[in-house]
């Protein structure tokens, strides 16, 4: 079906798409005033082969897939591109390949209808994501201060959030990220790609304790994962040594050994953070909070510590473009745009 053309009407409603494009997800999203019109994401199969995403085939795969899933974002959300109020695109951090298709379209977009452009922190979306409103009675969202856990294939930080325009990362990893750790440990296994999920999905009959492995010792809310995955690798490799089927035989219970792990790390500093800091509502975000055992010892830790926990839908944890919407969303309400000139970028920004 064919986008609605209408004449530009004035309105009070403020209609933003949201474009996302910084690794491996092509996504576009309508949010009105807040509440979710559309989120449209089309994944890329060519990457499974490899067993991690290649960039010059994600930049190019996203070329494909732009203009098919914006089209898609705006049927769905039923308006016409007159109704739109701006265009919010991910300007970093990412793969610059893959961001500068995203930025380009939401350009070249914008331009030619005119419409202001603003450009998004997707840290800060994935935060924001929380804000997400599905238009239902009962939602809940977090109130400022609030912790945020953000955990994904790229980051681990902790991030201390004030407002919608004010956030601090003040612990972050300092080599792998945690979804980076359950993907190589999974790919030892021979788990596909990304292993995350399977490995969580064979933890559920596994034992826990029947493994240790190295948990790191480093200062402030900081994380570390590169020596747990150093230890996980030798004692596959002198296990496998003595028993060449021991992967096979015991994969529920490295798999379930190694969650327990990650998640212990996590919630450590987590836990420090939010002591220190008084601060007792506490958000999750990023692809690993799929996790079940992260997911449950939020939960738990919540009803210990009396913490407010917020878990998003999966949907809205992975990288999609209704976080890169509201977040532009609140840029607008706040006349933040930006101007062409704009240029994605790789690296974290500490500060947004
Ligand atoms: O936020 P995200 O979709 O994008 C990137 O950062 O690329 O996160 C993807 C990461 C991958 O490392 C994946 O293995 C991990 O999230 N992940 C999980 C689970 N679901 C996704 N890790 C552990 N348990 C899960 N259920």
């Known amino acids: 079906m064919a986008i609605k053309e209408e ?3 004035p309105t009070s409603d403020i ?6 494009s910084s690794c491996d997800d092509t996504s576009a999203s309508v949010i009105k005033n807040g509440v979710l019109l559309s989120n449209v994401t089309a994944g890329q ?3 499974e082969r490899y067993g991690g995403v290649v960039p010059e085939l994600a930049s190019r795969a996203h070329q494909q897939n732009i203009i098919p899933v914006v089209h898609e974002a705006m049927r769905e959300a ?10 919010a695109f991910t300007r970093g951090p990412g793969l610059l390949g893959s961001l500068l298709v995203g930025a380009s379209f939401a350009k070249g977009f914008a331009q030619s209808l005119n419409l202001p452009l603003i450009d998004v922190n997707h840290l800060q979306a994935h935060v924001l994501a929380h804000f997400i409103s599905q238009g239902k009675p009962d939602e809940q969202m ?3 201060p609030f912790l945020c856990l953000l955990v994904s294939g790229g980051n681990s930080q902790i991030i201390l959030v004030r407002s919608y325009h004010d956030m601090e990362i003040i612990g972050q990893t300092i080599d792998d990220a945690a979804g980076e750790a359950f993907d190589k440990c999974a790919k030892v296994m021979g788990l596909p790609y990304p292993g995350g999920p399977h490995v969580d999905r064979l933890a559920q009959s596994g034992n826990p304790s029947a ?5 790191p010792q480093i200062k402030d809310y900081n994380y570390s994962f590169s020596g747990l995955k150093t230890s996980f690798l030798y004692l596959l490799r002198d296990k ?5 089927d021991f992967i096979a035989e015991n994969k529920a219970d490295l798999c379930a050994s190694l969650q327990e792990t990650v998640v212990d790390i996590l919630m450590k500093k987590l836990k420090l953070a939010a002591k220190d800091l008084n601060v007792r509502q506490v958000a999750v975000a990023g692809g690993v909070s799929a996790n079940s055992g992260l997911r449950k010892a939020l939960v738990e830790t919540g009803k210990k510590y009396g913490w407010k926990v917020f878990i998003p839908p999966v949907s809205f944890t992975t990288d999609n473009a209704a976080m890169i919407a509201i977040t532009g969303y609140f840029k607008y309400l706040n006349h933040d745009f930006c101007g062409l000139g704009e240029v994605p970028y790789a690296r ?3 500060t947004f």
């Open 7 to 9: 004449q530009h009407k």
């Open 15 to 20: 209609y933003i798409l949201g474009i996302e």
């Open 45 to 47: 199969a060519v990457h």
């Open 78 to 87: 039923g308006i016409a591109k007159s109704d739109l109020s701006a265009v």
């Open 142 to 144: 977090p109130e400022f």
């Open 211 to 215: 493994f240790r492995f190295a948990k």
């Open 240 to 244: 496998v040594k003595e028993n060449p």
């Open 348 to 350: 974290i920004n500490y």
